[in-house]
């Protein structure tokens, strides 16, 4: 059942309490703030809107009708919990304000996002701040359900709902041990088609490297890129482990290469884009100092 009109007019409501406190419309008004004729009118706009007389107005002062008090009692219910809900939107922002939420790809957070948290930590020493991390698909879902109020990632698709801004870019290596047979052609240009029998050594769904380095592939070959010998592994760090074993390439983010040789591969275009993201229409006054700190220190590949 939707709410009458009138009941969008809590100063007039809250302005027949005073006046049921203060037993005259002149002392009411002057506890709000506005001109007594101001107050009368807004009185007399409340009455029409309700279609029942509220006041007895005499030279003494004000009384309520029994139909006015009758709406003063239920405004104190109304307006209470119009105060409640005033001062609790007021603690959630000064929360809002007083805390930072941030949520990371993997590669952002190891190797970019410290920079910036202290870089932030040196203005706002006091501040809460906690950082979450994820693939970029979690990235955005902790974003999108509060739990984070900025999130990086890393994967060249956001979400429609999510608001963005370009923080940088990154590019994604495929790299393997120095005793690798591959490894002897480095500096040598290797055909995309080559990389299709060899073990990939893959992030898991979801991951922005991973989107990255298939969307290159799918884009080079023409079409979905057929891959029966990629394995799947949940980390870089497992990747890399794997990878300076002799099993296979792996594909990870040039910042993480190290001493395993990267392959050249023309043809796949592996630089990708880093976003910041956010909801709502603009970020909040923390998460854009954060941005700041992001551009002033820098995150390109």
């Known amino acids: 059942m939707p709410l009458p009109p009138w009941i969008s007019d809590l100063p007039a409501l809250d302005l027949l309490l005073s006046v049921a406190e203060t037993g005259s419309v002149g002392r009411a008004a002057k506890a709000h703030g506005i001109s007594q004729p101001s107050a009368s009118a807004r009185l007399a706009r409340l009455e029409r809107r309700l279609g029942v007389s509220l006041l007895v107005r005499s030279r003494r002062g004000s009384l309520l009708t029994p139909a006015g008090q009758a709406v003063a009692v239920w405004t104190q219910q109304v307006v209470g919990a119009a105060h409640t809900l005033a001062d609790g939107v007021l603690t959630l922002r000064a929360d809002r304000e007083a805390r930072l939420r941030v949520a990371a790809s993997l590669t952002i957070a190891e190797y970019m996002l410290p920079a910036w948290l202290l870089s932030l930590r040196r203005t706002h020493p006091g501040t809460e701040i906690s950082a979450a991390v994820s693939n970029s698909a979690g990235v955005c879902e902790l974003v999108r359900s509060g739990r984070a109020d900025l999130g990086f990632v890393e ?15 990154d590019r994604v290596a495929l790299v393997v041990s120095a005793g690798y047979p591959l490894a002897a052609r480095a500096g040598q240009d290797l055909p995309v088609a080559d990389l299709l029998e060899q073990p990939l050594l893959l992030r898991e769904p979801g991951s922005g490297t991973r989107d990255t380095f298939l969307g290159a592939l799918e884009k080079a070959l023409g079409g979905p890129p057929a891959l029966p010998h990629a394995t799947s592994l949940g980390s870089t760090t497992t990747i890399l482990a794997t990878a300076r074993a ?10 993480a290469a190290g001493e395993l040789v990267e392959l050249q591969v023309p043809g796949l275009a592996l630089s990708r ?7 709502g229409r603009a970020p909040s006054p923390l998460s854009e100092e954060l941005l700041i700190c992001a551009q002033l220190t820098g995150c390109h590949a």
Request: aromatic content about 4%.
């Open 155 to 169: 994967s060249p698709d956001i979400p429609a709902d999510l608001s963005r801004r370009r923080v940088g870019e």
């Open 246 to 255: 002799g099993g296979g390439i792996g594909v990870v983010s040039a910042r």
């Open 273 to 279: 884009p880093l976003h910041a993201v956010w909801l």
